[in-house]
T-cell receptor, first 116, second 113 residues
Framework: GAVVSQHPSRVICKSGTSVKIECRSLDFQATTMFWYRQFPKQSLMLMATSNEGSKATYEQGVEKDKFLINHASLTLSTLTVTSAHPEDSSFYIC????????????FGPGTRLTVL | EDQVTQSPEALRLQEGESSSLNCSYTVSGLRGLFWYRQDPGKGPEFLFTLYSAGEEKEKERLKATLTKKESFLHITAPKPEDSATYLCAVLSSGTGGSYIPTFGRGTSLIVHP
């Protein structure tokens, strides 16, 4: 299998606070993890790519100081939304590719962030 | 620049009414084409990876095929539980070894009982 989990599944926070989202590969080691954002009825928008032990690569237009990514191990990556504002409310999804495997990305269940 | 176009945007079928979803792509060398299913409020679920023209893969009522320009996801005798958004993504070899796929906007499928 290739199971990816995310925690929390839903989070509501006040404007100005920071929120951390965890992404874990449960039954495999992940070479690379990806973070996506998805708006209602739209496709996935890649935010950043991270490899274990190195700095994340951010897509154009994504603020790296606002969306902090840490890839601490081959099974864990975290996304921290700092000083969240209502416009950061969205569905955040992570994915991972298997170490030594194909390029197939396996996705987590997503995290719904609502900033009041 | 890699491009992926999925059609139709939305499809309504009666239970048992077979149909196909299309994914047209332009890439500078295909490394892989991926199909995913996404239910509302959930992350995409991996279905298939296709690597070369002529390749076919099947899973239950779903069959994915690949040509040099497009891929089809055939749904045979669909059931209401097949209702979901189906996403197509391509990975090209023309980006210096990049492993970032390009996603289509998806086809929203509704199967009525």
């Amino acid at each position: 299998g290739a199971v990816v989990s995310q925690h929390p599944s839903r989070v509501i926070c006040k404007s100005g606070t920071s929120v951390k989202i965890e992404c874990r590969s449960l039954d495999f080691q992940a070479t690379t993890m990806f973070w996506y954002r998805q708006f209602p009825k739209q496709s996935l928008m890649l935010m950043a790519t991270s490899n274990e032990g190195s700095k994340a690569t951010y897509e154009q237009g994504v603020e790296k100081d606002k969306f902090l990514i840490n890839h601490a191990s081959l099974t864990l990556s975290t996304l921290t939304v700092t000083s969240a504002h209502p416009e950061d409310s969205s569905f955040y999804i992570c994915s991972a590719t298997k170490a030594g495997g194909t390029d197939t990305q396996y996705f987590g269940p997503g995290t719904r962030l609502t900033v009041l | 620049e890699d491009q992926v176009t999925q059609s139709p945007e939305a499809l309504r079928l009666q239970e048992g009414e077979s149909s196909s979803l299309n994914c047209s792509y332009t890439v500078s060398g295909l490394r892989g084409l991926f199909w995913y299913r996404q239910d509302p409020g959930k992350g995409p679920e991996f279905l298939f990876t296709l690597y070369s023209a002529g390749e076919e893969k099947e899973k239950e009522r779903l069959k994915a095929t690949l040509t040099k320009k497009e891929s089809f996801l055939h749904i045979t005798a669909p059931k209401p539980e097949d209702s979901a958004t189906y996403l197509c993504a391509v990975l090209s070899s023309g980006t210096g070894g990049s492993y970032i796929p390009t996603f289509g906007r998806g086809t929203s499928l509704i199967v009525h009982p």
